[in-house]
C-alpha cells in the first residue's frame, strides 16, 4: 500500500502502523525540534484526541490556541471541502485578486476593533500571511517604516522595546529578541534595534525610550512566557507612553486572541486599543496557518506598496474560506462567552484544588487560559502524569501547567479536567 493510501485509510478508521514504528519515522527522519510526548494521536474530534487503542484524551492544550474551534469543526471543513470539490480553493497568483481574499480581508477588517485611533479612525486594514511569526516580522516592519518615514529616525537605528519572557515565534529576527538563550544560541548573527525590559516595569519602559524608539510590541497576556497576564494598568500605561512618545503600540494576540481569555481580544480586559495587532492561529480553525497584522489603513498604506512586502500563499483561496468559516463559528457559537463562562468556573474548581494541594505556587489566567505554577518548578512531571490518565496538557516556561483547551467545552469536560487535576495534585 502506498503511504498516501494508508493515510486515507486513517481517515475512515486508524492508521494500522504501530505507535514505535511511527515515533521510529520521526525519530529517523524529522529534525528533533520538539521535545514530544509519548502520545501518537489517530484521530481528532472537537476536545478530544484517541490513541490507537481508542483511549480518549481531553485536549488541553488546543494546538497553543490554533484549535479554539475544536479539532475539525464540521463547519469548516465543509467550507473547506466545498471549495475543495468546487475547484476553488488552490493558490492563485497574487497578481490578480480573488474573492474569498476580499471578503476574508473585510471580515478580519471589521471584526478587529478600530486600531491606531490618534491616526483618525481611517478603518483597518489586513495583511494576511500564514505561519503566525510572519505576521510578527510584518508588524516589526511596520513599526521600523513608521519610524523612519514619520519620525524622521535614521533608517537602521530604528528601536523596539520588547519585554522579557516574550515569545513571539522562532525565526531569526524573534529569536533575537528573545530572552532566552536555547533559542538563539549559536544561531547569530543576530538581528539588532531591540530593547528588552521587564514586562510590567512601566518605569523601565519609560527609561528605554530614546529618540531612536519607534514601537512597543507586547504580548496582553504572556502564554509561552509562563502564562502571565499583563498587571493592572500596564497596557493602558504603555498606550500613554506610546501616545506621549509617538510610538507604534503593538500587541501579540496570536495565543491569546479571538476568545481565548473570555474577550473577543485580550486587550479588551483593560480597553486599551493598539496601534496593530496581530493575529494567527484560530483564525482559520486549526485547518490552514493564516495569520495576520491589522492596522489603521493610513499607517499600512504607508509601509506597504507593491512590492514591499508579499507571500505566495499568504491570503489563498483555501486559507480565506477557513477563515472566513472559522470566525463564522467563532461568533455563532458565542465561543467568546463560553471562554468566559467556563473559564470561570474551571478556575473556581482550580483555585479549590490549589488551595488542597501541596504542589501549586500560583493559578494565573482568566478565560479558557489558566496557568498552575507548581512550587518545584517542573510542570512536565505533573503533565506527564495527566497524559496518563487521559488529559493533554503541557508546561509553559517550565514551571506552569497550561491549560488551554478548544473554547467549545461544556461543564462535562470542566469536570473531567477538575477531576484529572486533583488526581496530579493532591495527594
Ligand atoms: C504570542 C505568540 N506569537 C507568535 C507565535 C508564533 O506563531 P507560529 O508558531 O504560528 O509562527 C506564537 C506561537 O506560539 C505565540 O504564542
Given amino acids: 500500500m502506498t503511504d498516501i493510501n494508508t493515510l486515507k485509510k486513517a481517515a475512515f478508521g486508524f492508521s494500522q502502523l504501530p505507535d514505535d514504528q511511527i515515533i521510529g519515522f520521526e525519530s529517523s527522519f524529522g ?6 510526548l509519548k502520545l501518537v494521536v489517530r484521530k481528532a474530534e472537537g476536545a478530544w484526541l484517541w490513541d490507537i487503542n481508542d483511549k480518549k484524551y481531553l485536549d488541553c492544550l488546543a494546538a497553543y490556541s490554533a484549535a479554539n474551534q475544536g479539532h475539525h469543526h464540521p ?3 465543509k467550507a473547506v471541502v466545498d471549495s475543495l470539490q468546487g475547484n476553488y480553493g488552490s493558490v492563485i497568483s497574487n497578481v490578480v485578486y480573488t474573492d474569498a481574499l476580499g471578503l476574508f480581508l473585510k471580515r478580519v477588517a471589521n471584526l478587529v476593533p478600530q486600531m491606531g485611533l490618534r491616526f483618525g479612525g481611517n478603518a483597518n486594514k489586513v495583511l494576511p500571511k500564514n505561519g503566525g511569526v510572519e505576521s510578527v516580522e510584518t508588524a516589526v516592519k511596520m513599526a521600523r517604516y513608521y519610524g523612519f518615514k514619520a519620525k524622521g529616525i535614521e533608517d537602521g537605528k530604528q528601536q523596539i522595546i520588547v519585554f522579557t519572557r516574550n515569545f513571539h515565534g522562532r525565526m531569526i529576527t524573534t529569536i533575537s529578541f528573545s530572552p532566552t538563550p536555547k533559542y538563539k544560541e549559536g544561531f547569530g548573527p543576530l538581528t539588532p534595534g531591540f530593547k528588552i525590559v521587564e514586562f510590567g516595569d512601566l518605569e523601565g519602559v519609560k527609561k528605554a525610550i530614546t529618540p531612536n524608539t519607534c514601537g512597543i510590541l507586547v504580548e496582553p497576556m504572556q502564554g509561552e512566557g509562563g502564562m502571565y497576564p499583563a498587571p493592572k494598568g500596564f497596557l493602558k500605561g504603555l498606550r500613554e507612553l506610546a501616545d506621549e512618545h509617538d510610538l507604534l ?4 494576540e496570536i495565543q491569546v486572541g479571538l476568545g481565548r481569555t473570555g474577550k473577543m481580544f485580550c486587550f479588551e480586559h483593560e480597553n ?14 486549526g485547518l490552514i ?3 495576520v497584522f491589522v492596522t489603521d489603513s493610513k499607517l ?3 509601509a506597504f506598496q507593491p512590492g514591499r512586502d508579499g507571500s505566495t500563499y499568504g491570503g489563498y483561496p483555501l486559507a480565506c474560506v477557513a477563515g472566513i468559516a472559522a470566525l463564522d463559528v467563532i461568533e455563532k457559537e458565542n465561543l467568546v462567552e463560553n471562554s468566559r463562562k467556563m473559564g470561570e468556573i474551571l478556575k473556581g474548581k482550580i483555585l479549590d484544588i490549589a488551595s488542597r494541594s501541596s504542589h501549586v505556587k500560583e493559578v494565573r ?9 507548581v512550587k518545584d518548578g517542573d510542570a512536565m512531571v505533573f503533565c506527564r502524569k495527566l497524559l496518563d490518565i487521559g488529559m493533554l496538557a503541557n508546561d509553559s516556561y517550565g514551571h506552569s501547567i497550561r491549560i488551554s483547551p478548544p473554547l467549545i467545552i461544556g461543564e462535562e469536560e470542566v ?5 484529572k487535576l486533583e488526581k496530579v495534585l493532591v495527594d
Fill in 31 to 36: 529534525a528533533h525540534h520538539y521535545g514530544r
Fill in 75 to 77: 463547519a469548516i471543513v
Fill in 249 to 252: 503600540l503593538l500587541f501579540d
Fill in 272 to 285: 486599551v486599543v493598539p496601534d496593530g495587532i496581530i493575529l494567527g492561529k484560530a483564525i482559520s480553525g
Fill in 289 to 291: 496557518p493564516v495569520s
Fill in 300 to 302: 499600512m498604506d504607508m
Fill in 365 to 373: 489566567g482568566s478565560g479558557l487560559f489558566i496557568g498552575i505554577e
Fill in 415 to 419: 469536570d473531567y479536567i477538575a477531576d
